[in-house]
């Protein structure tokens, strides 16, 4: 089978549910965070600038 020409080695496969996804990254906690902050602020992203930043650091770092 071919290889998806849109998968890098830094980019996860396509068919990955997010959860999936978050769990090899690393970042689960960091997610749950941001999950519980906006569920907490009704889905105001405003509110959970610094839960946010948390996570997009994360991320970074998992590359």
Known sequence: MAENPKQTNRSLPNDLDIDERIQ????????ED???????FDRDWRQC?????????CLKTSR
Do not use: F, H, M, P
């Open 24 to 31: 090899i990254t690393g970042c689960r906690k960091q997610y």
């Open 49 to 57: 600038q610094s839960e946010l930043k948390e996570l997009a650091r």
């Open 34 to 40: 941001v999950e519980n902050c906006a569920d907490k």
